[in-house]
């Protein structure tokens, strides 16, 4: 009787040890590898520390790892890939903190939230840092009581303005505005904004103004709030055939302009 409920322990112990071996084994297959490319030896050392240093706070490594395959297969040199892949890592922990502390401070609609940001999150915000978004302009966002997907498709809107030549903080706020009225049409802002931009031949700057106004002004969806922008005379500013200062009707204004001025008679 002793003998088989020792047995029986042994087992159970036995088991218990191969089931955590294969935990094991299976976080070690799951976290990403350095290459194995031989320009990599003067600074692999480094790279590891800093994959590792990454891993340990729970960020996505793969990051790293992908930026190191990019400078290889560009002939970057090692000790670039190195510094590049520090920066990221230094990077990837800076979005980290930046939402931790502004997620944490938003109304989360999960009961629970979780005190780590997802890696869903780090990564468009790291991605955002590195395209030139200001962390000023991503902050507010972070802070919204969206959930993280909307959180992260705005993040990735203004992400693409900020690519394309548009202020990133008029960017933010015009995105943040859109993603709490209409969450739904984020997808179709860069276009539209594109669209205003080109039809009204107006600078980028004043094609989020124009947006922005018609969507404060009306409280509009942004479909309706595009529509009005598109409208012919509706330049950034109010400045169309209307405007003061240009109307016939405006006060100052002698009522003639370009080929409707009086003609001097001749001597």
Not at 41 to 47: E, S, T
Not at 85 to 101: C, G, K, M, T, W
Not at 147 to 155: M, T
Not at 233 to 244: C, F, K, L, M, Q
Request: proline letters at 7%; hydrophobic letters at 40%.
């Amino acid at each position: 009787m002793t003998l088989r409920r020792s047995s029986r322990k042994g087992h159970r112990r036995y088991m218990g040890i191969a089931l955590f071996s294969l935990l094991l084994a299976a976080t070690a297959a799951a976290e990403p590898a350095l290459p194995a490319d031989p320009r990599l030896g003067p600074v692999r050392a480094d790279l590891e520390r800093t994959l590792s240093r990454v891993s340990h706070e729970g960020l996505p490594a793969d990051m790293v790892v992908s930026k190191v395959r990019e400078g290889l297969a560009k002939g970057v040199a090692p000790e670039v890939i190195r510094d590049v892949a520090q920066r990221l890592a230094q990077n990837l922990s800076a979005s980290a903190a930046l939402l931790r502390a502004h997620r944490a401070a938003s109304p989360s609609p999960s009961p629970s939230p979780s005190p780590s940001p997802s890696l869903a999150l780090v990564r468009v915000v790291t991605e955002a840092r590195m395209a030139g978004v200001e962390p000023e302009a991503i902050a507010p966002l972070a802070a919204s009581h969206e959930g993280d997907a909307v959180v992260a498709r705005a993040i990735e809107v203004v992400t693409d303005l900020t690519v394309r030549g548009y202020p990133s903080r008029p960017s933010a706020s015009l995105v943040q505005e859109i993603a709490d009225r209409d969450a739904p049409s984020l997808g179709r802002v860069v276009a539209g904004l594109e669209a205003i931009r080109t039809e009204q031949t107006v600078s980028r700057a004043d094609a989020l103004e124009a947006l922005g106004r018609n969507m404060r002004s009306r409280g509009a969806s942004l479909d309706s709030a595009l529509s009005r922008a598109l409208e012919s005379g509706d330049r950034a500013g109010g400045a169309g055939a209307s405007s003061p200062g240009k109307s016939a009707d405006a006060p100052g204004h002698t009522g003639l302009t370009g080929a409707a001025k009086a003609k001097k008679p001749k001597k």
